[in-house]
């Protein structure tokens, strides 16, 4: 299984950017994807979830701004993420599970300017 995320940047405070994550080697649409973030010197933290069933759910301090999406087809997973705030910089995963074990994407950097 691999997973490949995309999509970070440095971007002002109020603006947008959209993740990608790739997924191979998995039947992608039977498995949920989740995306973690991790801000500098904090431990990674839950960010959102999606199911084979596109039924989602996401962190309290996201609702409203970011948006968990997926694409069976192309077997790609997206996090939009709008109304930035300086607090959402961190390095964003994207992770998937398997048989019991978990399969994170490499991280892609989201700073955000105040």
């Known amino acids: 299984v691999q997973l490949q995320a995309s999509g970070g940047g440095l971007v002002q405070a109020g603006g947008s950017l959209r993740l990608s994550c790739k997924a191979s080697?998995?039947?992608?649409?039977?498995?949920?994807m989740d995306w973690y973030r991790q801000p500098p010197g904090k431990q990674r933290e839950w960010v959102a979830s999606?199911?084979?069933?596109?039924?989602?759910n996401l962190v309290d301090a996201v609702k409203g701004r970011f948006t968990v999406s997926r694409d069976n087809v192309r077997r790609m997973a997206y996090l939009q993420l709008d109304r930035l705030k300086p607090e959402d910089t961190a390095v964003y995963y994207c992770?998937?599970?398997?048989?019991?074990?978990?399969?994170w994407g490499q991280g892609t950097q989201v700073t955000v300017s105040s």
């Open positions: 992770k998937t599970r398997r048989s019991g074990a978990d399969f």
């Open positions: 080697g998995i039947n992608f649409s039977l498995h949920t």
């Open positions: 999606i199911t084979s069933g596109h039924n989602t």
